[in-house]
């Protein structure tokens, strides 16, 4: 066996001692801010190899200076006011981990009016405003790299954008918000309802005191968003997105779909069809034998279905200091590696060249296509069932399984699960509106949408 060593290559090591390592500003330093700086210190040798110069962070802009001054030791220069950051003309790549869409957004069009590159996390931001971020970054020759903003540490921006590029991506679903699916977690585990559950991934700190955006499906939304714009080369448009959270979610549901062989997760699902684009987030049944039924607590997957390769799936944590710290710092190495190339020749910030994005539309909810399972809760007496079945007929929509809970003695009330095949969703809501006035249909009926993802 032979072995092989690197020959000593001191041209190559002469270019990099007269390179100054590139310059970061951190604009926030909290928890993915702080994982930022233990892992660019902590790994700064490997990172200088792969990225051919080093990358360090020069100044921090938190208005908690001293905490900010505490994470960061001496030597680093921290500030309260972010502009100082962006106007410092040492400063080659501003970092913005603020979050939202108010001053973040001010900061980040600033940061590309003073020729800098800009890594976020912002998702929301990008989401609402990417056209005009990425625009404006075009113009001025800058990247705006943003690995962080879906799915934390997964790195599936660069997956879509460079490793399927050869591909006509078909459908992305993604557990893309992880508080939601520990909650989801913990509701089939236990049998809680999702206000219980709630409660409890508050106290661990698993949901954040105001967990509105998660719980709403809205960070899922967003998340959802960008990855569907670079998957089919559409400008981003969350105001299209159509965005359900689990807080109706009842632990009765978990447990029926349970039953018939489904889990229920919370999806952010993005399709092409021949009319157009689905762009939608909601609770939604799995197979459980798919992979993706098995990912639990606060991880996220993302299964991507390409024409050439078939079907992928990536898997990882979607938040935490470290893991988002992971695609932040993978960012800052691909910006140093690229920044030098022809701003024409680097990859497109939604994987397609800024000319070649369509405007494919984004389909209304009522035109997306799905299958469903529906709980009605029923007077136990002959003929309901023939009703409910002839007002599904009657809208062309199929049955595909049902299943009648065993009413206990003197009991005069039964719930009625039925699964159903594809069907147009304003076929299910017209069916819906009428079986719901039926005088044997006791209570609001419980209608989830259904993937079979294959
Ligand atoms: N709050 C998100 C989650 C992480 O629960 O996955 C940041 O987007």
Known sequence: MSTSRAQPNPAAERREADVKPMQVGLLGIGTVGSGTFKVLTRNQ??????????????????????????????????????????????????????????????LVMEAIAAGKHVVTANKALLAVHGTEIF??????????????????????????????????????????????????SEMRDKGLDFAVVLKEAQRLGYAEADPTFDIEGIDAGHKVTIMSAIAFGVPVQFDKAHVEGITKLQAADI???????????????????????????????????R??????????????????????????????????????????????RLHTADPDHRVPHLAFQPDELHDTPILPIEQVVTSFYLR???????????????????RDISIDAVLQR????????????????????????????????????????????????N
Do not use: C
Request: glycine share 10%; hydrophobic share 50%; charged share 20%.
């Open 376 to 394: 009605l809760q029923v007077a136990d007496q002959a003929g309901v069932l023939s009703r409910i079945t002839t007002i599904l007929a009657e």
């Open 45 to 106: 040798t490997e990172i200088r190899r792969r990225a051919g110069r080093g990358i360090e962070i020069a100044m921090v802009a938190d208005l908690d200076v001293a905490r900010a001054r505490s994470i960061v030791g001496e030597g680093i220069e921290v500030v309260s006011d972010a502009r100082a950051v962006i106007a410092n003309p040492a400063i080659d790549i501003v970092v913005e981990l603020i979050g939202g869409y108010g001053i973040a957004r001010q």
């Open 135 to 184: 625009a404006a970054a075009r113009a001025k020759g800058v990247i705006v790299a943003f690995e962080a903003a879906v799915a934390g540490g997964i790195p599936i921006i660069k997956a879509l954008r460079e490793g399927l590029t050869a591909n006509r991506i078909e459908w992305i679903a993604g557990i893309i918000n992880g508080t939601t699916n520990f909650i989801l």
């Open 406 to 453: 065993e009413s206990a003695e003197g009991e005069k009330q039964t719930d009625l699960i039925i699964l159903t095949h594809d069907t147009v969703e304003g076929h299910m809501r017209a069916a819906l509106a009428a079986m719901q006035v039926l005088p044997t249909v006791l209570a609001p009926i419980v209608s989830i949408r259904k993937e079979e993802l």
């Open 291 to 336: 992979l993706i039924a098995n990912v639990e607590g606060a991880m996220n997957a993302v299964v991507v279905q390409g024409d050439a390769v078939g079907t992928t799936l990536y898997y990882g944590k979607g938040a935490g200091a470290e893991p988002t710290a992971s695609a932040v710092v993978a960012d800052l190495v691909d910006i140093t």
């Open 255 to 289: 447990r029926y779909a349970e039953q018939l062989g489904y889990r229920i997760k919370l999806l952010g699902i993005t399709r092409r069809r021949d009319e157009g684009i689905e762009l939608r987030v909601h609770p939604t049944l799995v197979p459980a034998k």
